[in-house]
């Protein structure tokens, strides 16, 4: 997945001249679904802030442990995620997890979502 989610970040970052951060990524591979899950989620939250968002900088952060799979990005832009949030969540929940979108007007986006281990 890191290989996939490398590309994805490196291409969406020279496609919209955002900077992207990466904090950090997943040491061991994930299961088949977790990856695609993760995935799909951030490209439709990247395109939605490309369209959207007007964001200078977009971070990323993956991690997992014992008890799961963390994902968290975030971003310093004025726009909103227009993409329909409850069909994100409900990707996680079908797995188990969670996920969560702050959004503070003027000030930016945090998607935080957690899939547990298996």
Do not use: C, K
Request: hydrophobic letters at 40%; aromatic letters at 4%; zero cysteines.
């Amino acid at each position: 997945m890191n290989d996939a989610l490398g590309r994805l970040l490196s291409e969406w970052s020279a496609a919209t001249g955002t900077t992207v951060e990466t904090w950090a990524l997943p040491r061991h591979d994930l299961a088949p679904e977790a990856a695609e899950t993760i995935m799909a989620t951030l490209r439709q939250v990247l395109a939605d802030i490309s369209l959207y968002g007007g964001a200078e900088r977009v971070s990323v952060a993956i991690t997992s442990d014992v008890r799961g799979v963390h994902v968290t990005l975030s971003t310093q832009s004025a726009g909103a995620i227009r993409h329909d949030t409850e069909r994100l969540r409900a990707r996680f929940t079908r797995l188990g997890g969670a996920m969560s979108m702050n959004h503070v007007n003027g000030e930016g986006i945090t998607l935080s979502a957690t899939l547990p281990a298996h």
